[in-house]
């Protein structure tokens, strides 16, 4: 959509609108098309971004002919229009992913790009990691692969290295890398355990102690978004230690939240429900799969797409008094009868 209003707006005095953020930019852009009026302006943005629009108003001539659309559609019809543009808009976010190669990951960094993020894809698998940035870039879109291994601190410190020097300190970072072992509790092994905790907790936590550092050492504000899970509060067989890391995740995201929101650093988690990607849609197909399906309120199971909304929210500023929350996206599973 930002494109289009590209396309279709032309503002006046190009030359002294360089200097506006980009969220004030597109919400001219916005305005010109519907009402860009100074005072509907001013009743439609969030206080932060009043003075700026103002200003922005006064050195472009924006707001100044359809004024007599303001009344027509209102300003609270228009009010939810320009924040649906500025407030959950991530264009020109950088953006760090763990896991993307496959799955949940993957399909964040293509959500993402394709709402102009620049986005830093990191994984095991160097060959997935350059089919995903070319099929960004190939849709318009920035994106840098970089081979990380979270259970390494070291890897992680040179994959950071690599981003900051690409394009700067990150703006985001998803936490999303896991694992998961499938055995009864009896028959888990000392390496099995180690597998799935180092993965998804240690994993976590190493990668977002090394991106907090980077950002309080630039003064800069950022949103961590961790992947638990619903079996963080509710649990099946045979997933002890996945279940006891996503846990023990979701408790880290708040203890996270705590100590570093005076460093305007936000930490939350998206905690999604069955959702069915290429690794478990086979299974979905099966009987004990339909069970499990039957178990969900909404009787469905969930899409990738399903968690853009969550995702979206806590990676643009509409989150910006969100910190130590966790999202439940899961048709209804966490509230379902026992």
């Known amino acids: 959509m930002v494109g289009f209003v590209n396309r279709v707006c032309r503002l006046k005095k190009q030359s002294r609108v360089a200097r506006f953020p980009a969220n004030i930019r597109t919400a001219a852009k916005v305005f010109s098309i519907v009402s860009p009026r100074p005072r509907a302006a001013k009743v439609a943005l969030t206080s932060p971004h009043r003075r700026r629009w103002c200003r922005f108003v006064r050195a472009t001539g924006a707001g100044k002919d359809y004024s007599r659309h303001a009344k027509l559609i209102g300003y609270h019809a228009l009010g939810s229009l320009v924040l649906k543009f500025v407030m959950f808009d991530v264009g020109g976010k950088i953006v760090l992913i763990t896991g993307a190669s496959s799955g949940l990951g993957r399909h964040f960094a293509l959500t993402l790009a394709a709402r102009g993020a620049v986005v830093s894809v990191t994984a095991r698998r160097s060959e997935r990691l350059r089919?995903?940035?070319?099929?960004i870039e190939a849709a318009g879109g920035s994106a840098l692969g970089v081979n990380v291994d979270v259970t390494d601190s070291g890897s992680i410190a040179a994959a950071l290295d690599e981003v900051c020097e690409w394009r700067g300190v990150?703006?985001?970072l998803?936490?999303?890398?896991?694992?998961?072992?499938?055995?009864r509790a009896i028959d888990v092994t000392e390496a099995d355990w180690d597998q799935?905790?180092?993965?998804n907790l240690k994993g976590a936590w190493l990668t977002a102690q090394a991106y907090a550092k980077?950002?309080?050492a630039a003064s800069q504000a950022g949103s961590i978004i961790n992947i638990t899970s619903i079996t963080a509060y509710?649990?099946?067989t045979g997933i002890a230690p996945y279940a006891a890391s996503k846990a023990a995740l979701d408790q880290l995201t708040r203890s996270l939240a705590l100590e570093w929101a005076r460093h305007g650093i936000r930490v939350n988690a998206i905690a999604p429900g069955y959702v069915e990607t290429e690794i478990n849609a086979g299974y979905?197909?099966?009987?004990?799969?339909?069970?499990?399906?039957?178990?969900?309120?909404?009787?469905?199971?969930g899409e990738p797409e399903d968690l853009d909304g969550a995702l979206l929210l806590l990676a643009s500023d509409a989150s910006r008094y969100m910190t130590g929350t966790s999202i439940v996206v899961d048709g209804g599973h966490l509230v379902s009868s026992l």
Do not use: H, S, W
């Not at 089919?131 to 099929?135: A, Q, S």
């Not at 998803?174 to 055995?183: F, H, L, M, S």
């Not at 979905?284 to 199971?301: E, H, L, S």
């Open 214 to 216: 980077r950002l309080i």
């Open 284 to 301: 979905f197909a099966t009987d004990a799969g339909q069970a499990v399906v039957k178990r969900i309120p909404q009787r469905r199971i």
């Open 131 to 135: 089919e995903l940035v070319t099929e």
């Open 196 to 199: 799935v905790v180092d993965t």
């Open 234 to 236: 509710r649990v099946a």
């Open 170 to 172: 990150p703006q985001v």
């Open 174 to 183: 998803v936490n999303n890398a896991g694992t998961a072992t499938t055995a």
